[in-house]
């Protein structure tokens, strides 16, 4: 079984998303919306459940945890997709403006949140991607264990994301600069981590791996390149002033749709009846 020490890559990344998210969830929870709790639970349960996962997958008498946590995930992600659409929603309401934000909050959407927006958006998708990817693909157990340890890089960048200004900031930087390098050392951080496993990977999971790294690299890019399209502002802003409650529903339905499809997709296929008369003969 691959990664055998990955329990300890995510309570670390737990650790960190904890420092990352205190100023502006944690620490001020029972004043937090409905969609970050939606999103910042879910999330925190999933990083959990990786922890569970990668310790249970390498040690026989906890196989069967792992497998009914397996099934369990096909009922938290449709969860965890929720809170994904809603959060996009919510930036997008913050960066059209039609928040009270203080000066600062306002500063940071007007700068970043449309380009942040186009990249969740891409994020949530390819977190789908990879998810569906990983229980369909359960019985290849390099592929399976890939895609899903690739669910977290994904959530290495905000908590990353949130941390790396910081010495920039303290350094007396501008907000604009000091955001921007620290995102884009982030961003490099997750490509190259996304490349040294696809590196590694034995044969059996170099394309998984390799999917990964250009997912990532596409996140970058479009990050960089949202400015250029002045049609995309508009049309995320749009995007803010609909109702939450549909994006909720959305990102449910497309979960549930998801699990669905890749459990099944998975099953192992019944032998034929000629098959089977060959192998009672």
């Known amino acids: 079984m691959p990664y055998k020490h990955a329990y300890i890559w995510m309570i670390s990344l737990i650790a960190l998303s904890i420092f990352a998210f205190w100023r502006f969830y944690l620490g001020v929870f029972t004043e937090a919306s409905a969609s970050y709790h939606i999103h910042g639970l879910s999330a925190f349960a999933w990083m959990l459940l990786l922890v569970a ?12 945890l792992h497998r009914k946590l397996g099934a369990a995930s096909l009922f938290l ?42 990249y969740d958006i891409i994020g949530s998708a390819a977190f789908a991607f990879f998810y569906g990817q990983a229980i369909k693909e359960r019985r290849k157990v390099h592929i399976h264990a890939r895609y899903l340890i690739a669910t977290s890089l994904l959530l290495l960048g905000p908590a990353l ?10 350094a007396g930087w501008d907000f604009g600069p000091a955001f921007e390098t ?45 400015p250029l399209f002045s049609a995309w502002r508009p049309a995320y802003e749009a995007l803010g002033a609909l109702s939450p409650i549909p994006f909720a529903i959305a990102g449910l339905a497309v979960g549930a749709i998801i699990s669905w499809w890749a459990w099944n997709a998975g099953k192992r296929k019944a032998a034929s009846p000629a098959a089977r008369q060959v192998a009672t003969a």
């Open 182 to 226: 620290g995102l884009r050392i982030t961003l490099a951080i997750s490509v190259l981590i996304a490349a040294s496993l696809w590196k590694m990977a034995p044969i059996q999971g170099k394309q998984p791996m390799k999917v990964v790294v250009g997912v990532l690299a596409v996140q970058w890019i479009a990050f960089e390149l949202a």
């Open 161 to 170: 994301g949130r941390v790396m200004p910081i010495p920039f900031f303290a």
């Open 77 to 118: 992600f449709p969860i965890f997709m929720a809170g994904s659409f809603l959060i996009i929603h919510s930036m997008a309401w913050k960066t059209s403006g039609a928040a009270n934000l203080p000066a600062e909050g306002y500063l940071f959407y007007d700068l970043m949140g449309a380009r942040l927006g186009i």
């Open 53 to 64: 996962q990668s310790w249970s997958a390498h040690r026989k008498s906890w196989l069967p």
